[in-house]
């Protein structure tokens, strides 16, 4: 799948339906009109939460991933900054890595702790 933003929204749609919001794997706000907006707050009470997003690669083409739509993930750009084209990662206090889904050849993100 190429990734643009027309595409990034068709997957959006399959994997949230018609949300506004969504969370991440990492539990980090995006917003649905904010892809590719690196610039993009809300505000809940005192907090400022950026919900732009982007498309990640569960297992990163520098690693052999490809552009499959079951390698792709919408994911929060701070989410995507600190994954990188990482197998095993920390994001704040948690540890990740990417695993072959059991008797697939497909790829998810799993938290370690």
Known sequence: ???NK???LRLWEERY???QYAA???GNLMYRDAFGDREYVVYRGEA???CGWNIHHIMPVANGGSDEKSNLLCTNIITNDEAE???TFWIDDCLYQVQRKPETSEYQIVQLQ
Do not use: C, Q, S
């Open 6 to 8: 027309k595409n990034a």
């Open 85 to 87: 084209d990482k197998i």
């Open 24 to 26: 991440d794997f990492h």
């Open 1 to 3: 799948m190429k990734i």
């Open 48 to 50: 400022e939460l950026y």
């Open 17 to 19: 339906g018609d949300a």
